[in-house]
């Protein structure tokens, strides 16, 4: 176990060591990182991806709460199969199931299971069929903060309710004071960051605050921010970035994001003590999801309010939106190829030390049978 586990950091270190024909095109706001050699682990994994009759291009686009997710399994997918390149353009939830009901691509990554409206509208592209969702990474939605002579900060959801809704303005305010006596909170303006664009990590996060903050969050929520105030910046390493350069700013973003120093919150929840923002307490949150997607939509239901020890409440599950029945001819083969691949052993076991939740057995375990089924 010691080695697998090796092996794995292995992967995820060397998975920028792009080479052949298969390159990851990045846009917008979020860049591709460094490169570095994952050697013989590397080869290990190649020899179990099957490329079958996968070549050409695959379009793609969508979430860019998985694009380090994407980085990671495009490099391995690479090495072996070298006669098709995937261009992944992390544009958003929203633009990219767009860009999918528009027939532009072969699959879309959101973070929001597809709506009723949207996968009747996919019946236009999908020939026969439908578009349906198929949950391929989790993780959880961290609080970065950047408060100085502050390292630790918890926070419940009522508090960050009014902190993103602009009701809480100051840092040493007192609903923060309370829930951090420890701390000396300085005399600081909160600069609070959201999503410019669509992004189910939007719709996350406020569907946590609605559902754990009902008295203090009052809008619907949706991939768009409804809330008044606050400053905007697009995609998920904006945010980030904001929150590192930013004196007194909070946002949210996948925990694959927080680094270079990036401080995260504790969340109080119901349970005893307060939860730290990690993949494994991510997991054990997304274990208790249901499927509640019919036929082959494994669209699944989170509890954002759980009570259990070392369940962290604020995740997302991002989907590969594909047709289950209609898919074009010249690229399905390798828009196969590849989700037969993420969905993998080899895919999933990647994740975690990328700052993702492989998704539970029982659930990827369909994921892959939905796969072998796409026509």
């Known amino acids: 176990m010691k080695l697998q586990r090796m092996n794995r950091r292995a992967l995820a270190l060397g998975a920028l060591a792009v080479s052949g024909a298969l390159a990851l095109t990045a846009c917008g706001s979020d860049d591709t990182g460094g490169k570095s050699n994952g050697g013989d682990a590397s080869a290990a994994a190649n020899s179990n991806i099957k490329c079958d009759d996968a070549k050409g291009q695959i379009q793609a686009s969508g979430s860019s709460a998985q694009k380090n997710a994407i980085d990671a399994w495009v490099a391995q997918y690479a090495a072996a199969c070298k006669d098709v390149q995937l261009n992944y353009n992390p544009t958003g939830s929203g633009a990219g199931i767009t860009a999918f009901l528009q027939g532009q691509t072969a699959f879309a990554g959101s973070d929001s299971a597809l709506k009723p409206d949207e996968i009747a509208k996919s019946k236009e592209v999908c020939k026969d069929g439908q578009a349906i969702d198929l949950p391929m990474v989790g993780g959880p939605i961290a609080v970065g903060f950047n408060v100085p002579g502050v390292d630790t900060l918890v926070l419940d959801a009522p508090t960050l309710a009014q902190i993103f809704d602009s009701k809480i303005t100051n840092w040493n305010d007192e609903a923060i004071a309370k829930l951090n006596p420890e701390a000396k909170l300085p005399d600081l303006k909160i600069q609070a960051f959201h999503r410019s664009d669509e992004s189910g990590t939007t719709d996350n996060f406020t569907k946590y605050l609605k559902a754990a903050a009902p008295q203090d969050w009052k809008y619907e929520g949706g991939k768009s921010w409804e809330a008044k105030g606050g400053q905007s910046a697009q995609g998920s390493s904006g945010l980030a970035q904001q929150v590192k350069q930013t004196s007194g700013a909070i946002s949210y973003f996948e925990l ?55 369940a962290y409440p604020l995740v997302l599950v991002t989907y590969e939106i594909v047709c289950d029945k209609g898919n074009k001819a010249e690229s399905l083969p390798a828009a196969k190829s590849f989700l037969n691949y993420i969905a993998s052993e080899d895919g999933q076991g990647l994740l975690k030390d990328a700052g993702y939740a492989p998704m539970p057995t029982e659930i990827i375990t369909k994921v892959r049978e939905t796969i072998s089924g796409l026509s």
């Open 256 to 310: 694959s994001y927080a680094k270079d120093g990036v401080k995260t919150v504790d969340i109080k929840t119901e349970a005893a003590e307060p939860v730290k923002a990690t993949v494994d307490n991510a997991t054990a949150a997304i274990g208790a999801a249901k499927v509640v997607g019919t036929g082959k939509d494994l669209a699944l239901e989170l509890d954002y309010t759980p009570a259990a020890d070392g």
